[in-house]
């Protein structure tokens, strides 16, 4: 799944769906610091700080990685 979803981002840098993805695998990982930096790179992909401002299922890939709600260090850019 990293594999796929790395290649994803390669292809299309833009995109926020590969990250949100790469969130995922990073969260089911247990690597909390990667999908804290990686929601920091989805906000800069949807060009906001504010999360109500990311694509749909941004916000859903962020609420299932941070169920109790995003770290104070992740929000703002």
Do not use: K, Y
Request: charged share 20%; hydrophobic share 45%.
């Amino acid at each position: 799944a990293r594999w796929a979803a790395d290649l994803g981002h390669t292809v299309d840098p833009e995109s926020d769906r590969p990250l949100c993805q790469l969130l995922l695998i990073a969260t089911a990982a247990g690597q909390m610091d990667t999908a804290t930096r990686l929601v920091g790179e989805i906000f800069q992909a949807n060009d906001t700080a504010a999360l109500e401002e990311c694509t749909q299922w941004a916000r859903e890939a962020i609420a299932q990685a941070f169920p109790a709600g995003l770290p104070r260090h992740a929000v703002g850019r």
